[in-house]
């Protein structure tokens, strides 16, 4: 079991940054990849960015060069740094967090993250 508690959300205008936690329980070495999804009502979780255990990233075409996942494995934390947020980055932002060796990941309880224009 891998508990995800996601932090940093928030209002903002377009234009700013928002800086988004997840911090997991267990050592993050044991973790095959960790992601960022976001939700909006009425649409399905999409992804955002992904980092794996070897340091790979991958980001969404949406937000390629303007958000940034990053990990501390000392804090077991994976972070999202968001820059030049648009009113289209709002939505409800999942830390997800797969294993190795399983084929369903974990989620944390999302965090709220709104852009005004």
């Known amino acids: 079991q891998v508990q995800l508690v996601e932090s940093g959300g928030g209002s903002v205008q377009a234009g700013g940054s928002l800086r988004l936690s997840c911090a997991a329980s267990?050592?993050?070495?044991?973790?095959?990849?960790m992601a960022w999804y976001r939700q909006t009502p009425g649409k399905q979780r999409e992804m955002v960015a992904r980092?794996?255990?070897?340091?790979?990233?991958n980001y969404a075409d949406s937000v390629k060069g303007r958000f940034t996942i990053s990990r501390d494995n000392a804090k077991r934390t994976v972070y999202l740094q968001m820059s030049s947020l648009k009113p289209e980055d709002t939505a409800v932002y999942y830390c997800?967090?797969?294993?190795?060796?399983?084929?369903?990941?974990?989620w944390g309880q999302g965090t709220q993250v709104t852009v005004s224009s």
């Open positions: 997800n967090a797969l294993p190795f060796f399983m084929s369903n990941g974990y």
């Open positions: 267990v050592s993050l070495s044991s973790i095959n990849a």
């Open positions: 980092i794996t255990n070897g340091g790979s990233t």
